[in-house]
T-cell receptor, first 113, second 114 residues
């Protein structure tokens, strides 16, 4: 699976949009981009995923560049409860070894009042 | 539907002791994984399984063993515990071809080796 690169930390003002970038320049055509977040020391929580089209759900939006080498997770109206570590991973979904994904160190997002 | 259940939640081991971390899921997921997370760091894959009877090594398998006799259970065995194994251990599962689903994680086991 392709590796990802994320900034170590970011700050965001409460109520503003939080834009978290991820670089995955070696992504393969059959790899999806997934985003998770980890609040305090809880288990990571799935947020969103995409292949090449932009995606939106009740939690966030995912923007994937046309060449698929990078993506941005957008939290449209960040709240203090969105303070967490955000992980971007790439994963082959249709494979006998689709599960073998690695998590990097993620981006620590701090939402400030 | 409990999801992924890990036991115990906390454990203190002495150097050289052994233990098994339990993980069970009730979602009929074929894929299961064990990750460890050291303080302030990301998750590292220890072992994973694509189905009952099939396991494979991840990034950091040394000092650990796994087995997968049923779809539901994926225990992680620590033999001869060392201080370097002090960490939080997360178990996760996912469907086989579940593009529309990510991993479901358990709440973790916090292990201290002294």
């Amino acid at each position: 699976d392709a590796k990802t690169t994320q900034p170590t930390s970011m700050d965001c003002a409460e109520g503003r949009a939080a834009n978290l970038p991820c670089n995955h320049s070696t992504i393969s055509g059959n790899e999806y981009v997934y985003w998770y977040r980890q609040i305090h020391s809880q288990g990571p929580q799935y947020i969103i995923h995409g292949l090449k089209n932009n995606e939106t759900n009740e939690m966030a939006s995912l923007i994937i560049t046309e060449d698929r080498k990078s993506s941005t997770l957008i939290l449209p109206h960040a709240t203090l409860r969105d303070t967490a570590v955000y992980y971007c991973i790439v994963r082959v979904a249709f494979s006998a070894h689709a599960g073998k994904s690695t998590f990097g160190d993620g981006t620590t997002l701090t939402v400030k009042p | 539907n409990a999801g992924v259940t890990q036991t115990p939640k906390f454990r203190i081991l002495k150097i050289g002791q052994s233990m098994t971390l339990q993980c069970t899921q009730d979602m009929n997921h074929n894929y299961m994984y064990w990750y460890r997370q050291d303080p302030g760091m990301g998750l590292k894959l220890i072992y994973y399984s694509v189905g009952a009877g099939i396991t494979d090594k991840g990034e950091v398998p040394n000092g650990y063993n796994v087995s997968r006799s049923t779809t539901e259970d994926f225990p992680l065995r620590l033999e001869l515990a060392a201080p370097s194994q002090t960490s939080v251990y997360f178990c996760a599962s996912s469907p086989t071809f579940g593009v529309n689903y990510g991993y479901t994680f358990g709440s973790g086991t916090r292990l201290t080796v002294v």
